[in-house]
């Protein structure tokens, strides 16, 4: 199947539509944790940068899976973020980036996200 776009060099490119999957792989992603938890100093902490539902994969099983790899904590832009994180029962520290985030809810705060 075909569609029509219009674009600024023409009247339209044909584009086709191509079957594509994604396989996410959480013992790689708990391995990536844990290669990376071995690069560091005894006692550092180790902060696990999540966004955007982790790229879509699902947040709370790619933050399991960053936990049982070695991470300590998360940190990330969206409030909503760390709500999926505390939603899913997970109970470590959160570091919420500063900055502006049109959809953020930011009536959200609390004490367990800083």
Known sequence: MTKDYETPAGPSVEAAHRPNSLKVD???ISGNAERVRQLLD???QLFAAVKANAYGF???RVAQAMLAGGADAFS???PADALRIRA???DVPLLLYGGYCRSARWDVYS????
């Not at 004490?111 to 800083?114: I, L």
């Open 26 to 28: 959480l013992e790689a």
């Open 42 to 44: 005894p006692g550092t």
């Open 58 to 60: 699902g947040l709370p």
């Open 76 to 78: 990330m832009a969206d």
């Open 88 to 90: 899913a029962g997970i």
């Open 111 to 114: 004490p367990s996200m800083t």
